[in-house]
């Protein structure tokens, strides 16, 4: 009868305890040199190119770069988000990975480092952007000073973490987390 009691005890314990989702990493290379050229400036346009790679789970991922800086898109409609016109001010580059944070299987956010400098043999940085992907949407949530930051990755999975379920691409504006000033922004 007792061993009863604790099994019925147990399940209502079980029962009571909120369900935690699971979120992980998954990594992907941003290799724009095994990535498809989809579209590229013309004669007089300017120079800017914009590649579609293949992200975590066969995502599509759009890759653009123009004025020497880079965006970012995911999805059919990558193109068309917000998060692929949204451009850091100095020059930069993206990092050879972008770290996919996945809760139950669906995307939430993606962190990649952006390498950053202000000019020919100036003041150079890395800085981690991290962006909501919510189907259609795409926006940047947080920005990390990875240099002005000990423990700077883990900052960036915490913010995703914290931040994409709550954090609106059409009304809210991407936050600092942490100590920054270290790399150009």
């Known amino acids: 009868m007792i061993r009863y009691f604790w099994v019925f005890v147990a399940g209502l314990i079980g029962f009571s305890l909120p369900l935690q989702a699971r979120t992980?990493?998954?990594?992907t290379?941003?290799?724009?040199?095994?990535c498809r050229?989809?579209?590229?400036?013309?004669?007089g346009e300017g120079?800017?190119?914009?590649?579609?790679?293949?992200?975590?789970?066969?995502?599509d991922v759009y890759i653009s770069?123009?004025?020497?800086?880079?965006?970012?898109?995911y999805g059919r409609s990558g193109q068309n988000q917000k998060s692929f016109s949204q451009r850091l001010a100095p020059f930069n580059t993206i990092g050879k990975k972008m770290e996919w944070r996945v809760e139950d299987g669906r995307v939430i956010a993606t962190i990649l480092r952006y390498y950053t400098e202000t000019g020919s043999g100036g003041r150079k940085g890395q800085i981690l952007v991290v962006t909501k992907v919510d189907g259609d949407r795409a926006c940047h949530m947080a920005?990390?000073?990875a240099l002005a930051n000990h423990g700077a990755?883990?900052?960036a999975q915490d913010a995703a973490?914290?931040?994409a379920h709550s954090f609106s691409c059409e009304t809210d504006s991407p936050i600092h987390v942490g100590e920054r000033g270290v790399s150009p922004f």
Do not use: K, P
């Open 153 to 155: 990755n883990e900052m």
């Open 161 to 163: 973490d914290r931040l």
């Open 47 to 59: 120079e800017w190119i914009t590649f579609r790679c293949r992200g975590y789970g066969g995502m």
């Open 29 to 34: 290379d941003t290799d724009v040199s095994q």
């Open 143 to 145: 920005y990390v000073d």
């Open 65 to 73: 770069e123009a004025d020497l800086r880079f965006s970012v898109g």
């Open 24 to 27: 992980i990493s998954h990594y």
């Open 37 to 43: 050229v989809v579209d590229q400036a013309r004669e």
